[in-house]
């Protein structure tokens, strides 16, 4: 009895004088970091966090802690925000200040702060300017990008056809038909789909996408500097990335080939032009390393996040059938059945951008948002974040924030929508991310899902293999990503 209680003093002040220890520390090397759940020394707050839907534990220490909070990710301090206009606040009007890319352990170590994504300070910049060029300049070139989707969402439906209305997992059918597009541009072509090596290439983005989504991601965050030298799962994630990185060297090396400088074909041709101009520049951020990470980054990123907004949406198409109807019947009334869809439609079809928004908005593609990093000393709202500080800007949280969309849980077109039916902007309506590291393919992302949206539904009906009221929309995996569940549909020829 005696015993117990001695330990039970000695352990208590053993506690107390770990928390002193890490408040010290907070307030000392930390300058003022905003409030926050006590961390367990080296283990962080994980009770807290967990490692499972954790932009689900954020978004409830954000009920108490408010719209800015600190966590500690094992030993690293993260200051989450929350809410429209904290974001905006953050991205925007201190933009430069946050412009910096944060940690995001299962990846950093093939990226090592290459590639236009994963980079920060001056050689993000430079990656930044030069990307929006090449990407702006494809679609004035002779064949315009709007061309390129029209075509390729034309072989879409003819895989379709070829279905029969039979059940499918349209999981690469929709990864098949987008990845093409962003293939024209930083290879020059597009590949067939039966092609061997572009069908092991989408499988491997589909998972990776999933692996960092995964539990084990979410812990490894915390975790890296343990966690990398054990065997596991990050060891199959850093594989496959690695796998990715070899691909595009091969390509760079056909490039190489046959490069003609006065003809660029594609971005890797642009890439190396700059190159070849800056060889005698030490400092140069047109280096190989670059070149391949960077084409990585758009070919990844203008893959898996259209295609999968276009799976979870056909999905709430298919719980939701009488929006799919009326989206059909502005189709007829604008488009008519007979005409390809193009971008001159969209403004005369409120409903289906309206749509189109909802479904950007509830698949929630990234939630977390992607870490960002501090790149000086800020202040922010009375607190001050040391250069260096990693920083969560919680996208979800703005998009479903009850102040700006009246039912947040709900797939409800309306909420884009005025009294009249015409369309109506929301400014809380990010899911690109907002301020100047905005998702670079915004433009692209946009052109691609109003085109293959409406081709789609123009020519086929989506039939469920379940009643629509029992179909589930939570996802399959929630961590980076939100990764819609699995399941089979039928394409039904109008
Ligand atoms: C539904 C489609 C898409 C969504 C929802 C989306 C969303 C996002 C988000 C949230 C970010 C992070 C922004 C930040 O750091 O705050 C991002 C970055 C990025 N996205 Fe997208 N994206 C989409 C499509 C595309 C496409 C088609 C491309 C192809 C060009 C692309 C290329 C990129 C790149 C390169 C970045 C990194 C930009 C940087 O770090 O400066 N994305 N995207
Ligand atoms: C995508 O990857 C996951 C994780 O490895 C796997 O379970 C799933 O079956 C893949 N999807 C398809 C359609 O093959």
Redesign the pocket.
């Known amino acids: 009895m005696e015993l117990q209680g001695a330990f039970t003093i000695f352990l208590a002040l053993c506690l107390s004088c770990l928390i002193i220890l890490i408040a010290w520390k907070r307030t000392n090397k930390g300058g003022k970091l905003p409030p926050g759940p006590t961390p367990i020394p080296f283990l962080g707050n994980v009770l807290q966090v967990g490692f499972d839907e954790t932009y689900q534990s954020l978004m409830k220490l954000s009920k108490k802690y408010g719209s800015v909070f600190t966590i500690y990710m094992g030993p690293r301090p993260v200051v989450v925000l929350c809410g429209y206009d904290t974001l905006k606040e953050a991205?925007v009007d201190q933009g430069d200040d946050f412009s910096g890319?944060g940690e995001i352990p299962s990846i950093d170590r093939n990226f090592q702060g290459y590639g236009?994504?994963?980079?920060s300070g001056e050689r993000?910049k430079i990656l930044?300017r030069f990307?929006l060029t090449i990407?702006r300049d494809f679609g004035m070139g002779k064949r315009s990008i709007e061309e390129r989707i029209q075509e390729e969402a034309g072989f879409l439906l003819q895989e379709l056809r070829k279905t029969k209305g039979a059940p499918i997992e349209p999981t690469f059918f929709l990864s098949r038909t987008v990845s093409n597009v962003?293939s024209s541009?930083v290879f020059g072509s597009r590949f067939d789909y039966e092609d061997k090596q572009f069908q092991a290439l989408l499988r491997m983005f589909n998972e990776s996408f999933i692996e960092m989504s995964r539990p084990w991601a979410q812990l490894y965050d915390m975790y890296s500097g343990i966690m990398q030298y054990l065997p596991g799962k990050q060891k199959y994630l850093y594989n496959l990335i690695e796998e990715l990185k070899d691909f595009i060297v091969q390509k760079v090396k056909i490039n190489e080939a046959s490069f003609d400088p006065q003809n660029p074909r594609d971005f890797i041709d642009y890439f190396l032009i700059k190159m070849q101009q800056e060889k005698n520049n030490p400092n140069t951020e047109f280096n190989t390393q670059n070149l391949i990470t960077?084409t990585l980054?758009?070919f990844f990123?203008?893959?898996e996040?259209?295609s999968?907004?276009l799976r979870y949406g056909i999905l709430l198409l298919m719980k939701y059938p009488d929006v799919q109807a009326k989206v059909y019947e502005e189709i007829s009334q604008v488009i008519g059945s007979h005409r390809v869809p193009s971008m001159n439609d969209q403004s005369k079809m409120p409903y289906t951008e309206a749509v189109i928004h909802e479904i950007?908005r509830m698949?929630n593609?990234?939630p977390k948002?992607?870490?960002?990093v501090v790149t000086r000393d800020t202040h922010f709202r009375g607190y001050f974040l040391p250069k260096g500080t990693d920083v969560y800007?919680l996208?979800g949280s703005a998009l479903q924030e009850a102040k700006h969309f009246r039912y947040p849980d709900t797939f409800y077109p309306q909420h884009f929508l005025d009294e009249q039916g015409r369309f109506k902007k929301n400014e809380a309506f990010i899911?690109?991310?907002?301020?100047?590291?905005?998702?670079?393919?915004?433009s692209?992302?946009r052109m691609?899902?109003f085109i293959y949206f409406t081709s789609i539904i123009q020519s086929f009906s989506f039939c469920s293999l379940v009643p629509p009221a029992e179909i589930d929309i939570s996802p399959q995996a929630s961590g980076f990503a939100n990764i819609p569940p699995f399941y089979k549909i039928c394409f039904v020829a109008r």
């Open positions: 991205l890319r236009v994504a994963m980079a993000w930044r990307s990407l962003i541009i960077t980054n758009l990123a203008g893959t996040s259209v999968s907004t950007l698949t593609i990234v948002g992607v870490p960002h800007p996208i899911p690109f991310s907002s301020g100047k590291r905005i998702c670079l393919g915004e692209l992302a691609e899902l």
